[in-house]
Structures are given as C-alpha cells and as structure tokens.
C-alpha cells in the first residue's frame, strides 16, 4: 500500500509540474501574440525595391505604436469582405522619409482600392497628408521645404534617364493620363489628401482622386459633359475622410510605388520599420552580421 501511495504522489508531482509547463508556455505564447498584436511585429523582406536601407532576406522590426494599433475583423479580409478599419491612438506621428510597412492598396485592379491583409510592402514615407508634392528631373520636392527626400542617388540615376535610354524602367506614372503626360522624370504637381481638407473637383483633378473617393463613398465615380458624378449627385467639390501619404522605393528603377499606383490611405499602415533584427542571405542562408539589429535609416 505505501508503495503503491508513493508511485501516485510521484505520478501526481509529474503531473503537476507538466501541468505548470504548459501553462506557463500558454502564457508566454499569449504575451507573445499580444505584443505582436498590440506593440511590435516583423516582417521579411523578399525583394530589393528598399535596397540599399534593406535587402533581401532582411527581418524588420515594426513599431505599432506610433500611428496605433490597427483593429479589424480579419475573417472578413480574409474573405474579401468590406473591412471597416479602426485605430487605437498612436503615442507619436509618421515623418517624412519613415519607412512605412503597410498592406498593398491595389491588389486586384488599378481602378479600385482593396485590402490584402496577406499582402505587405514597405515603402519610403515621401509626403504626409496635406503636402504637395512635385518631381522635377527625377527629384522629389515638397512645395514650402527644402527637405531631401527619399533616395538621393536613386533619383540622379532617374534624373540620367532619357526617352531613347529609359534602361527598361517604366517611365510613364499615376495617374495614367496621356493628357497630364506625367512621368516618373517630371510629375505633379500632387495634393496629397488630409482628413477634412476640401478640394474642387474638375476634369483634371478627379483623375488624382477618382479612385479614393470611391474607395471612401463605396459609389460609382463618373465624368460626364465635364461634370462629376458621384452615384447620381453632381458634386464640384469634395472633403475626404481619411488622411493619405505618397510612398516610394528606394530602388527606384525596380519599385512599384506611389508614382505608380497612386496614394496610400493611412488606415492601410502598419506602422515604422525601425531595425534589422536579423538578415539572412538569400543565395547561401549566412547570416549577415552586420546587418543584424541595424537601424533602418
């Protein structure tokens, strides 16, 4: 009989003790999903449109906390269902030339925006909502700052690029008008949209905003005899609801960015990539040391 007493009290230390592992690892697993959630998460860059800031192979730290943590139904983005977007308030603001990580606005047709919660890309912060923004012989400008923006020797190597001697890159740009005759050499200028703010509506201002208004009204947008219709109602002018930002690549020649596909609504932004937390290389999986828990500048 007290053989038989001892073999449970061990049975029961055992179980006991697995017991309190698997709580314990249960409790870390959910303060590990909460600080992803809620603080900071990572990302794994797969392509060089970031070179030189990021390569590759890179794993990026992603703050949450400065813009704020982003709450939505993620059954329905997984469904392609509508996703009405809400954010907790953010403890600072994005600023020129953060690099942002964010999900892909235009993942199924240029003509309309739509979440892929499973799509990400990291751009380069270029103008913040209310800006606005020029490109003149490849360089960025924002009107009222003398401020560099994103990737200076990328844009000389834009500002070398001639029509006889594009070297393969797509010259032509948002909004796609054979009319503004914009490219990625001599665009803008750009408003870029701030929340509130009222712009006039004409025929060559609805081919900046045509695709953000119905990505806000969820309406058809339409040009008839010069006059704007959204649904059946004439409108002249229109106030948005969300702020925007223009975003770019560092690798400009291979970067499908803002001058692209046009603006990025800020409900759509994780957060700021600020450090390398680890780097492998893509070619032989070495880790690239010197790359590990490098600030992302």
């Not at 964010?102 to 003509?111: E, I, V």
């Not at 401020?147 to 006889?164: C, D, K, V």
Request: aromatic share 12%.
């Amino acid at each position: 009989m007290e053989y038989k007493d001892l073999i449970r009290k061990k049975i029961g230390r055992i179980a006991d003790r697995l017991l309190t592992v698997l709580f314990s690892i249960c409790i870390l697993i959910i303060v590990f999903i909460s600080f992803q959630v809620t603080t900071f998460t990572t990302f794994h860059i797969p392509s060089d449109s970031m070179y030189p800031a990021l390569q590759a192979g890179d794993n990026v730290l992603v703050n949450k906390w400065i813009m704020g943590v982003r709450i939505f139904n993620i059954w329905d983005a997984l469904e392609d269902k509508e996703v009405k977007i809400h954010r907790l308030p953010g403890v600072g603001k994005i600023k020129r030339n953060d690099v942002l990580v964010f999900n892909f606005p235009y993942p199924a047709k240029k003509d309309s925006l739509a979440m892929d919660v499973m799509l990400y890309y990291v751009k380069r912060c270029i103008a913040l909502p209310g800006d606005t923004l020029e490109i003149r012989n490849g360089f960025y400008r924002i009107r009222g700052t003398g401020e560099e923006l994103g990737n200076m020797a990328a844009q000389r190597r834009i500002s070398a690029l001639t029509e006889n001697d594009s070297r393969g890159v797509v010259m032509e740009s948002f909004p796609w008008s054979k009319r503004l005759g914009w490219t990625i050499k001599e665009f803008g200028p750009l408003p870029v949209p701030a929340k509130g703010q009222v712009v006039s509506l004409d025929s060559i201002s609805i081919l900046f905003y045509q695709h953000i208004i119905r990505y806000e009204q969820k309406k058809e947008l339409s040009l008839r005899d010069k006059l704007i219709y959204l649904g059946d109602s004439l409108i002249r002018e229109y106030r948005f609801k969300e702020n925007y930002y223009f975003v770019s690549g560092d690798n400009m020649e291979n970067s499908r960015d803002s001058r692209y596909w046009g603006l990025l609504p800020e409900s759509y932004i994780v957060g700021k990539a600020t450090r390398i937390w680890k780097s492998k290389d893509p070619a032989d999986g070495h880790i690239r040391w010197d790359r590990v828990f490098k600030k992302i500048e």
